[in-house]
Nanobody, 127 residues
Framework: QVQLVESGGGLVQAGGSLRLSCVAS?????????MGWFRQAPGKEREFVSA????????SYAVSVKGRFTTSSDYAKNTIYLQMNSLQPEDTADYYC???????????????????WGQGTQVTVSS
């Protein structure tokens, strides 16, 4: 059973930074797994933030976060990170880590294509 556990959320002022972590467990992960970050603001649908694969140095980003957010992975620790810089109030949301089995193909931005989800971590950016 795959388990994803996020941490690192909190309250930060506009312009500040946070780093989220997602620890994955339950099986041996490889580049066959895509890992995604999504977020959901109050009253809005869950939206794509970024996606990557284990041990592969390519990442996709939503236009709204490109240049400010960076996703990285530490395979030895089974951990995915989301470094968020220049945070703005509109980045306020619950952030979720997700995983899907996908041996090939482009990064998915569709929430319905991810099989495993963490419980989320809350990020609040004050103005």
């Amino acid at each position: 059973q795959v388990q994803l556990v996020e941490s690192g959320g909190g309250l930060v002022q506009a312009g500040g930074s946070l780093r989220l972590s997602c620890v994955a467990s339950g099986r041996t992960f490889s580049s066959n797994y895509q890992m995604g970050w999504f977020r959901q603001a109050p009253g809005k649908e869950r939206e794509f933030v970024s996606a990557t694969r284990w041990n592969v140095d390519t990442t996709s980003y939503a236009v709204s976060v490109k240049g400010r957010f960076t996703t990285s992975s530490d395979y030895a620790k089974n951990t995915i990170y989301l470094q968020m810089n220049s945070l703005q109030p509109e980045d306020t949301a619950d952030y979720y880590c997700a995983a899907r089995w996908s041996p090939s193909g482009p990064h998915s931005r569709n929430t319905k294509e991810y099989n495993y989800w963490g419980q989320g971590t809350q990020v609040t950016v004050s103005s």
